[in-house]
């Protein structure tokens, strides 16, 4: 097997777990690929090569916002996945609250999530997940640890800054501008497009949690609320080197 595919099959696998395909599985065929499932197949398309262009996509073309999980429960009619209520803004403002769907169930405990502060990414396009309505996605780190000898997979959402307001923007800063503030158009964040998943997985592919659990992207821009004192981070030491996504 080639790195280049064994990198694609990884990808593949990673994004059909959040999207709560349980069942995937690639079968190697004339130097291919070929996933036995429908979410499957476009895991894989979605972690096929990228092009040059996309490659070398800004990291802030992410529309990253806090959130706070305020009602959670589990699909229906798929039994990995929950459907989660986040508000991103305000109290009282019916705008401000976005249905998720997350493949974690089996990984994070559902009462873990319930209240807690989370990330999302909130400029990719809206899908539906076995028919219930996903508006955003939730950022995690996505490590393994071993536990009696077994490796088994090792999720966390990624925390927001305790004082960045819900519904606030986050942003990557080069670590060298430890103290610049991110920058504001006429006072308020600009109001980024949606982008392709082609295009969050070229910024994934580089985004990591570091060894001092801060999320970063290729190693030297800290994702934050403004500065980088106030940066968002992950609490399992395990983690340190995962990938988020």
């Not at 059909?16 to 979410?39: E, H, I, L, P, Y």
């Not at 992410?62 to 305000?90: C, F, T, W």
Request: with cysteine.
């Amino acid at each position: 097997m080639s790195n280049s595919w064994a990198r694609i099959s990884k990808a593949a696998t990673a994004i059909a777990r959040q999207t709560g395909n349980k069942t995937a599985q690639s079968v190697w065929r004339d130097g291919g690929v070929k996933f036995q499932s429908t979410a499957a197949n476009t895991a894989l398309k979605a972690a096929a090569p990228l092009s040059p262009k996309i490659k070398d996509i800004d990291p802030n073309t992410l529309d990253l916002r806090v959130g706070m999980i305020k009602e959670i429960r589990r699909h229906e009619n798929a039994d990995s996945l929950y459907v989660s209520q986040i508000q991103v803004g305000p109290n009282g403002e019916d705008a401000s609250i976005l249905q998720v769907c997350s493949g974690l169930v089996g990984l994070v405990d559902m009462e873990a999530l319930h209240g807690r502060r989370i990330v999302i990414v909130n400029n990719l396009k809206p899908s539906k997940m076995r028919g219930v309505a996903s508006q955003a996605m939730l950022l995690c780190a996505d490590g393994e640890t071993t536990v009696d000898g077994e490796t088994k997979p090792n999720v966390e959402p990624v925390c927001p800054p305790e004082d960045a307001p819900l519904g606030s923007s986050l942003s990557f800063v080069h670590e060298d501008d430890a103290e610049e503030k991110v920058s504001t158009v006429d006072g308020k964040r600009e109001v980024k497009k949606r982008i392709k998943s082609k295009a969050f997985q070229a910024v994934s592919e580089d985004l990591t949690v570091d060894n001092t659990l801060r999320v970063v992207w290729r190693q030297k821009h800290v994702l934050c609320h403004d500065i980088i004192s106030r940066c968002c981070t992950v609490s399992d030491p395990k983690l340190a080197g995962a990938q988020v996504r």
